[in-house]
């Protein structure tokens, strides 16, 4: 039988060249649709499907390869001699090579307001039944889905000799090409009726580069991101300047962007091993900054900047002072872009859509065996405040228990934040119980303490935080309430004259 290659690709870089190699090589090509007009008008000589099926192409091109004697070329084993033989009774040459790559469902449905119909269109059926088949039959078959893989396939064939490793890799690349292409529908026609959790959740993620490392030296990491594009995500961030992200970078980097979009004025967060050090908002970009700065002028050392507004010079002379891990901004002006490129070492990264609220997402936990599935925390629940002590608290308090309730849902729990109304004082992430985080947050205040507002992750369990809020000169506190012992601290907080508000929504993080 001829040497025989099927080519029928949705992405043509590089389809030209390889199938020139091929008829080098003594391959007749065999092709469909677009791919078949390219490779005539580039001058080759090409069998179209049509001839080997004996049947036209029909139903608006839905109906094209679906044909035994595309699929018995595919899956005939060629050391079986029963296989072989029927092939031959039955007129059908060997497939020996398939260069197959789908529909592109993924841009069709990342189009704005693209019509389900057009989504449905782009579903590819002939594609992954062909790249199955050739995969299943590896020892006999080289398959493709990726040009990148076209040299070292010519490079095999070139020299004559059996690469039974390429076959069995080339195979497995299939399977997981074409689980990540049905993950992605799966995903979609679910989200067209319903946002509950499936029975069978099947998630795919597209590798965005191999990481030096994990969170420490002996670990090996990689990082992925979605296939749909999400805006304000840190894993379609575009990388200015700097050396590479490491792994404990970018979940410090996507902590930052997660509470900077919280506000919708000019922000400013320092971020350090995913807890704030530093929140605040300004005017401007730079009086925002300067603030976040202040609240923490230590732990900022070498920790994670995120800003919601462009990066102007007088921003970056103050970035510039001290020694960053990363800074993370929708844009730079080249005169801020002139300065911190300056540092060799700092990473800048632009990050449009970090300036709008997050949208609605589902958060994945690796547990051993299993995996966690949850909403993403997107509601706030201090739209209703329900006053639960005699003294209310005044304007300037309400301002400063509202910037502190937006801090402290993304902090560690148990989690305690001190604020004014628009600057982080103290914030005591991740301890193992709430009167250690709030003294530890008291502690980082310091002078700032007196006077400022208190705002709590979980309710309180005791009325031990209310008598340390007082002796610091705290004055309000905000906390979702509802703890058995919710009276003690009301109680407490009437003897001080401290005002307290419940959300009634918690916001634990872990």
């Given at each position: 039988?001829?040497?025989?290659a099927?080519?029928s690709?949705?992405?043509?870089?590089?389809?030209?060249?390889?199938?020139?190699?091929?008829?080098?090589?003594?391959?007749?090509?065999?092709?469909?649709?677009?791919?078949?007009?390219?490779?005539?008008?580039?001058?080759?000589?090409?069998?179209?499907?049509?001839?080997?099926?004996?049947?036209?192409?029909?139903?608006?091109?839905?109906?094209?390869?679906l044909?035994p004697?595309?699929?018995?070329?595919?899956?005939?084993?060629?050391?079986?001699?029963?296989?072989?033989?029927?092939?031959?009774?039955?007129?059908?040459n060997?497939?020996?090579?398939?260069?197959?790559?789908?529909?592109?469902?993924?841009?069709?449905?990342?189009?704005?307001?693209?019509?389900?119909?057009?989504?449905?269109?782009?579903?590819?059926?002939?594609?992954?039944?062909m790249?199955?088949?050739?995969?299943?039959?590896?020892?006999?078959?080289l398959?493709?889905?990726?040009?990148?893989?076209?040299?070292?396939?010519?490079?095999?064939?070139?020299?004559?000799?059996?690469?039974?490793?390429?076959?069995?890799?080339?195979?497995?690349?299939?399977?997981?090409?074409?689980?990540?292409?049905?993950?992605?529908?799966?995903?979609?026609?679910?989200?067209?009726?319903?946002?509950?959790?499936?029975?069978?959740?099947?998630?795919?993620?597209?590798?965005?580069?191999?990481?030096?490392?994990?969170?420490?030296?002996?670990?090996?990491?990689?990082?992925?991101?979605?296939?749909?594009?999400?805006?304000?995500?840190?894993?379609?961030?575009?990388?200015?300047?700097?050396?590479?992200?490491?792994?404990?970078?970018?979940?410090?980097?996507?902590?930052?962007?997660?509470?900077?979009?919280?506000?919708?004025?000019?922000?400013?967060?320092?971020?350090?091993?995913?807890?704030p050090?530093?929140?605040?908002?300004?005017?401007?970009?730079?009086?925002?900054?300067?603030?976040?700065?202040?609240?923490?002028?230590?732990?900022?050392?070498?920790?994670?900047?995120?800003?919601?507004?462009?990066?102007?010079?007088?921003?970056?002379?103050?970035?510039?002072?001290?020694?960053?891990?990363?800074?993370?901004?929708?844009?730079?002006?080249?005169?801020?872009?002139?300065?911190?490129?300056?540092?060799?070492?700092?990473?800048?990264?632009?990050?449009?859509?970090?300036?709008?609220?997050?949208?609605?997402?589902?958060?994945?936990?690796?547990?051993?065996?299993?995996?966690?599935?949850?909403?993403?925390?997107?509601?706030?629940?201090?739209?209703?405040?329900?006053?639960?002590?005699?003294?209310?608290?005044?304007?300037?308090?309400?301002?400063?228990?509202?910037?502190?309730?937006?801090?402290?849902?993304?902090?560690?729990?148990?989690?305690i934040?001190?604020?004014?109304?628009?600057?982080?004082?103290?914030?005591?992430?991740?301890?193992?119980?709430?009167?250690?985080?709030?003294?530890?947050?008291?502690?980082y205040?310091g002078?700032?303490?007196?006077?400022?507002?208190?705002?709590?992750?979980?309710?309180?369990?005791?009325?031990?935080?209310v008598?340390?809020?007082?002796?610091?000169?705290?004055?309000?506190?905000?906390?979702?309430?509802?703890?058995?012992?919710?009276?003690?601290?009301?109680?407490?907080?009437?003897?001080?004259?401290?005002?307290?508000?419940?959300?009634?929504?918690?916001?634990?993080?872990?």
């Amino acid at each position: 039988m001829k040497k025989r290659a099927i080519l029928s690709v949705s992405d043509k870089s590089g389809i030209i060249e390889f199938a020139k190699g091929l008829v080098d090589l003594g391959f007749e090509i065999v092709s469909t649709g677009g791919t078949e007009k390219a490779l005539k008008d580039a001058g080759l000589e090409v069998i179209s499907i049509s001839d080997v099926t004996n049947f036209p192409e029909c139903l608006d091109g839905r109906l094209k390869t679906l044909h035994p004697n595309v699929h018995g070329g595919l899956l005939a084993m060629r050391d079986n001699e029963k296989h072989m033989q029927q092939l031959e009774e039955l007129g059908i040459n060997t497939i020996d090579v398939a260069v197959i790559n789908l529909y592109p469902f993924r841009q069709t449905i990342s189009k704005p307001g693209v019509a389900l119909e057009e989504a449905i269109e782009n579903i590819d059926i002939g594609g992954p039944t062909m790249l199955r088949a050739a995969a299943k039959n590896w020892k006999d078959v080289l398959v493709i889905t990726d040009p990148a893989d076209y040299s070292v396939v010519l490079d095999s064939l070139k020299s004559g000799e059996y690469d039974r490793d390429l076959h069995f890799r080339l195979s497995a690349k299939v399977f997981e090409h074409t689980a990540h292409y049905d993950a992605m529908i799966a995903e979609y026609m679910r989200k067209q009726f319903t946002e509950e959790m499936p029975e069978l959740l099947t998630v795919t993620y597209e590798k965005v580069q191999e990481l030096r490392y994990g969170e420490n030296s002996h670990q090996k990491a990689t990082f992925y991101r979605e296939p749909f594009f999400k805006e304000g995500s840190i894993a379609y961030a575009k990388q200015l300047h700097g050396k590479e992200l490491s792994y404990n970078n970018i979940g410090d980097a996507d902590a930052a962007i997660d509470i900077v979009r919280e506000f919708s004025m000019p922000a400013a967060v320092a971020v350090k091993h995913a807890n704030p050090c530093g929140v605040a908002t300004g005017e401007t970009i730079y009086e925002a900054y300067t603030k976040a700065y202040e609240a923490d002028s230590v732990s900022i050392f070498g920790g994670i900047v995120a800003l919601n507004r462009q990066c102007d010079k007088a921003t970056a002379e103050e970035l510039a002072k001290i020694f960053l891990e990363i800074i993370i901004a929708p844009s730079f002006t080249d005169e801020a872009m002139e300065i911190l490129t300056q540092k060799k070492n700092i990473r800048l990264m632009e990050l449009p859509g970090i300036d709008t609220p997050k949208s609605a997402d589902i958060i994945l936990k690796k547990v051993s065996g299993g995996m966690l599935v949850q909403d993403c925390d997107t509601l706030l629940g201090d739209e209703e405040l329900k006053v639960v002590t005699d003294r209310a608290p005044t304007e300037e308090e309400l301002k400063a228990l509202a910037f502190g309730w937006r801090v402290v849902k993304h902090t560690k729990s148990n989690a305690i934040v001190l604020t004014g109304d628009s600057q982080t004082y103290g914030v005591g992430p991740g301890q193992t119980n709430r009167i250690t985080a709030l003294e530890l947050a008291i502690n980082y205040a310091g002078d700032k303490a007196k006077g400022s507002c208190m705002a709590s992750d979980a309710f309180f369990p005791f009325d031990d935080c209310v008598e340390a809020a007082h002796k610091a000169g705290i004055t309000a506190i905000i906390q979702p309430g509802g703890s058995i012992r919710d009276q003690d601290s009301i109680d407490a907080c009437n003897k001080y004259g401290i005002a307290m508000v419940f959300t009634g929504v918690r916001h634990f993080k872990h």
